[in-house]
């Protein structure tokens, strides 16, 4: 009876994880699997847009080039610093919040 959980699948738990589970557990690990879900999203797009954009941005002087795989390790050191401020701000203020009703 979780939302969600939708025919012809229903409630699809193949390896058990929700067997062991109480409610605050299943919904802490539902709200995991959503935010991977986003990243992993985020991470295609952005990759996408490596590939694409290559060269031929004003972001650096246009000097990153190459794969989308090789660009992150050319960002000046600066710049991926706080690229994980940023992240570890989000997820900071999302630890804090927590599961709330949608």
């Not at 193949?14 to 109480?22: I, M, T, V």
């Not at 959503?34 to 060269?55: C, D, N, P, S």
């Not at 795989?69 to 706080?82: A, C, K, N, R, S």
């Amino acid at each position: 009876n979780m939302p969600g959980a939708l025919a012809p699948m229903g409630f699809w738990d193949p390896l058990g994880f929700a067997e062991k589970a109480d409610e605050a557990a299943l919904k802490k690990y539902r709200e995991a699997e959503v935010t991977h879900g986003r990243v992993a999203m985020l991470a295609v797009i952005g990759f996408l847009v490596g590939e694409k954009v290559e060269g031929s941005t004003f972001l650096f002087d246009s000097q990153i080039s190459g794969s989308a795989i090789d660009q992150f390790p050319q960002v000046p050191v600066g710049y991926d610093l706080l690229i994980v401020a940023f992240i570890g701000a989000a997820e900071f203020y999302r630890s804090k919040v927590g599961w709330v009703d949608p």
